[in-house]
Every structure is written in structure tokens, then in C-alpha cells.
């Protein structure tokens, strides 16, 4: 398997610009999360999906930011208008999900965003 | 609710010399703990994980960790350290048993191993 993928590694925008990450989890996975990781907030979670469902949203820093699954070998992450504050590593992850909880987490290699 | 605390923020160790990392955690439920290592400018890999069996949990490149439920920890170690182990290391909390959590795992703020030659 290839792992999840994410795309792509690296974006570089202009502040007020729309800005699409990607991801495609491992087949067969049932759980899919996004996480944001600066320097300052170390890893957080931002939303996370069950069976392309959004199940916990509460980490969305506010309303520029939007997720959608519309099946279950994508995602996306979508900040619109971006901010210099939002540059940061973005992760997505995949897992399992059969047992809850004691399922491991499989990361992708992350997009490092830099916002302008 | 559940919150993992990682005791150090930097390690800093000499090759060959023995790793612990600490980690202390925090559940309502029955805990899943994870460790994962992130290598520079990498994601993350799980290196071994708790889920109720064997309280001491053997990982991949020699790392362990010991869950003790009385003390609440669950500490990550290795025998003798490798040049190749400098990375940040995250231990992770997940509730079992938890409907409303399931699947949302707690990550804590990371400890960052230096191995110096």
C-alpha cells in the first residue's frame, strides 16, 4: 500500500488567496483526521471523519477553514481567504477505526503551508 | 475527558547511553497509549502502542514502554541510544469504551530527543 497521500508537499500563497489541500487516506480505512502542526500550538486536531461523516469539528480554528469527504478515498482541506497565520505543517492521517480508539494512526508526509 | 502530559520538552543523551522519555496521562476510560517518533521534515510513525494486553509493550527499533496504571504513566525507554533516534517522539491518549471520544486520540506536546556523538 502506498500509504496516505497529500497533496501537495509544499504551497506557498499570498495572503486572501484560496488554498486546497489534499488527501487520500489508506483504502479500507473508516477514520480520517487532519491535524495542524506549528512550532508555537504543537500538533493539533482540527476535524476528524467516520465513513466520510464529520464526526468532531471542534478544532477548526474558525470559519475559514472547511472540510469535506466526498468519499471515502478523499479529502479535503480548504482555507478561505488564508492569513499568514495559518502557515503550518498540515497532516492528514487514516486509521482502521474497527476497535475505536486502540487503532493506529497512519500519517501522511504532511504539506508545509507558507502563507505570505 | 483524558489529556497526556509529557514531562520533558528536550532529552538530550549520548550514543550508546540508555533513553527514557516520560510520559504521564489522564482518562475516564480504559486508556489506548500510543508512542509515535516524527523524524525532520517527516510525518508520523507509530512506534508501539498499549490496548490493554501486555503492560509492557515492545516497539520497533528497540523501544519499549511500561504502562502502570497506579502511577499513571506510560514511559517510553531504550537500552542504548543511536544517532539515528534524534527525532520528537509523542505519546498519545485514546479512551476505549468512550462513544462520544471514539476514535479522537489526545496527542501530548512532544519531547525532543538529541543524540550526541
Not at chain 2, 519499549?64 to 504502562?67: G, L, Q, S, T
Given at each position: 500500500d502506498a500509504g496516505v497521500i497529500q497533496s501537495p508537499r509544499h504551497e506557498v500563497t499570498e495572503m486572501g488567496q484560496e488554498v486546497t489541500l489534499r488527501c487520500k487516506p489508506i483504502s479500507g480505512h473508516d477514520y480520517l483526521f487532519w491535524y495542524r502542526q506549528t512550532m508555537m500550538r504543537g500538533l493539533e486536531l482540527l476535524i476528524y471523519f467516520n465513513n466520510n461523516v464529520p464526526i468532531d469539528d471542534s478544532g477548526?480554528?474558525?470559519?475559514?477553514?472547511?472540510?469535506?469527504?466526498?468519499?471515502?478515498?478523499?479529502?479535503?482541506?480548504?482555507?478561505?481567504?488564508?492569513?499568514?497565520?495559518?502557515?503550518?505543517?498540515?497532516?492528514?492521517a487514516s486509521s482502521l477505526g474497527r476497535k475505536f480508539s486502540t487503532d493506529t494512526q497512519y500519517f501522511g508526509p504532511g504539506t508545509r503551508l507558507t502563507v505570505l | 475527558?483524558?489529556?497526556?502530559?509529557?514531562?520533558?520538552?528536550?532529552?538530550?543523551?549520548?550514543?550508546?547511553?540508555?533513553?527514557?522519555?516520560?510520559?504521564?496521562?489522564?482518562?475516564?476510560?480504559?486508556?489506548?497509549?500510543?508512542?509515535?517518533?516524527?523524524?525532520?521534515?517527516?510525518?508520523?510513525?507509530?512506534?508501539?502502542?498499549?490496548?490493554?494486553?501486555a503492560t509492557l509493550v515492545k516497539g520497533i527499533n528497540g523501544f519499549?514502554?511500561?504502562?502502570k496504571k497506579s502511577e499513571t504513566s506510560f514511559h517510553l525507554t531504550k537500552p542504548s541510544a543511536h544517532m539515528s533516534d534524534a527525532a520528537e517522539y509523542f505519546c498519545v491518549v485514546s479512551d476505549r469504551g468512550?462513544?462520544?471520544?471514539?476514535?479522537?486520540?489526545?496527542?501530548?506536546?512532544?519531547?525532543t530527543l538529541t543524540v550526541k556523538p
Open positions: 477548526m480554528p474558525e470559519d475559514r477553514f472547511s472540510a469535506k469527504m466526498p468519499n471515502a478515498s478523499f479529502s479535503t482541506l480548504k482555507i478561505q481567504p488564508s492569513e499568514p497565520r495559518d502557515s503550518a505543517v498540515y497532516f492528514c | 475527558a483524558q489529556s497526556v502530559t509529557q514531562l520533558d520538552s528536550h532529552v538530550s543523551v549520548s550514543e550508546g547511553t540508555p533513553v527514557l522519555l516520560r510520559c504521564n496521562y489522564s482518562s475516564s476510560y480504559s486508556p489506548s497509549l500510543f508512542w509515535y517518533v516524527q523524524h525532520p521534515n517527516k510525518g508520523l510513525q507509530l512506534l508501539l502502542k498499549y490496548t490493554s494486553a519499549e514502554a511500561e504502562f468512550s462513544h462520544t471520544n471514539a476514535g479522537k486520540s489526545t496527542f501530548g506536546d512532544g519531547t
